[in-house]
């Protein structure tokens, strides 16, 4: 397992070089660069302030000398400066990591405490009512994206007399207030993510429940909780890890979106407010991080498959 678990870090090494490299050229070719916004304010500057700008910022050089200095401050750990703010892009993302982290927590959390339940109830109970409704709502959950449901949830309750809070509240400001601030955002990608898991978990819980050991369990006359929470339940789990585990890049992404609508100060709105401003750096720097958590959570979602089946083997 520990030669593993080293083997797929440094797999993972190329795999964020790669991220890096890819964003690194994109927010470069995309039409308009950051020099052409801070030239936009001074519409009367000579080319002499444009070449001493690009010097400022170290846009002067050409692109691959521009990469590896940017790789080699990435491994001393120094993600660089923002160009508007001059604050470094590290202390930015630290302090508005735990927003995005806490919506992606509670997102997930609620799309699994849905998920979970309805999908094996949904299998267990196969061509009833139940299946029907839950089967039907896993369409929707999958239909219908977050972020028109947060739109819709923005836009309508206010002519009612309601509207969901939107403007941030930490724990010194309540823990109620905290997390109901949290709520609608982290329930609407939470009911988005949990359709994909739902449906996977109904269609591996069938599978398993028509294996012969289960029949096996029902012949000895074993109550239904237990057939289902001792013998079948671990066993379908491990397709839904995988998708469990995809949907926390999901999550991460569905953060962004939510960010900027619910007005929250994460590095969703941070990231899209950089690209508005082609603030290299900042962009730079929050795909980094995103990548590498996704990386981690692949790394933890192969982890726990040996957990749940033993007779997984990692050689």
């Known amino acids: 397992m520990t030669e593993y678990i080293i083997r797929r870090v440094l797999l993972a090494v190329p795999t964020v070089v790669l991220v890096i490299f890819a964003t690194f050229m994109i927010v470069r070719l995309v039409p308009g660069d950051i020099v052409e916004l801070i030239l936009a304010e001074r519409p009367y500057a000579s080319e002499a302030e444009r070449a ?7 846009l002067d050089e050409p692109m691959p000398i521009q990469f590896v200095r940017y790789l080699g401050d990435v491994v001393r750990g120094d993600l660089g400066n923002s160009y508007w703010t001059a604050r470094p892009v590290t202390a930015e ?8 982290a806490e919506l992606g927590l509670y997102s997930i959390l609620l799309g699994l405490v849905i998920a979970l339940p309805i999908g094996i109830l949904s299998a267990v109970r196969q061509d009833t009512m139940s299946d029907y409704f839950s089967r039907s709502f ?14 819709l949830l923005i836009v309508f309750p206010p002519k009612w007399g309601w509207a969901p809070p939107l403007t941030y509240k930490g724990w010194s400001d309540g823990p109620i207030e905290h997390l109901y601030y949290f709520f609608f955002p982290a329930l609407l990608l939470g009911v988005g993510l949990a359709g994909a898991v739902m449906r996977m978990t109904r269609t591996m819980m069938l599978e398993v429940l028509r294996q012969d050991y289960i029949r096996t369990a029902w012949s000895k006359g074993l109550r239904e909780r ?5 013998h079948a339940l671990k066993n379908a789990f491990i397709p839904v890890i995988t998708i469990i585990g995809l949907q ?11 960010e900027s609508i619910f007005n929250m100060p994460g590095i969703g709105r941070y990231l899209v407010g950089a690209i508005f401003q082609r603030d290299y750096p900042s962009i730079q720097g929050v795909v980094l991080i995103l990548g590498v958590s996704v990386v981690v959570v692949n790394l933890l979602v192969d982890i726990t498959y040996a957990w749940l089946d033993p007779r997984i083997h990692y050689s």
């Open 248 to 258: 926390v890049g999901v999550a991460l992404s569905g953060t962004i979106i939510l």
């Open 52 to 58: 001493q700008i690009e010097k400022d910022l170290g």
């Open 138 to 151: 896993a369409i929707l959950a999958l239909s219908v994206p977050y972020f028109f449901t947060a739109t």
């Open 93 to 100: 993302i630290k302090s508005r990591m735990p927003v995005t």
């Open 226 to 230: 237990s057939v289902i929470s001792r």
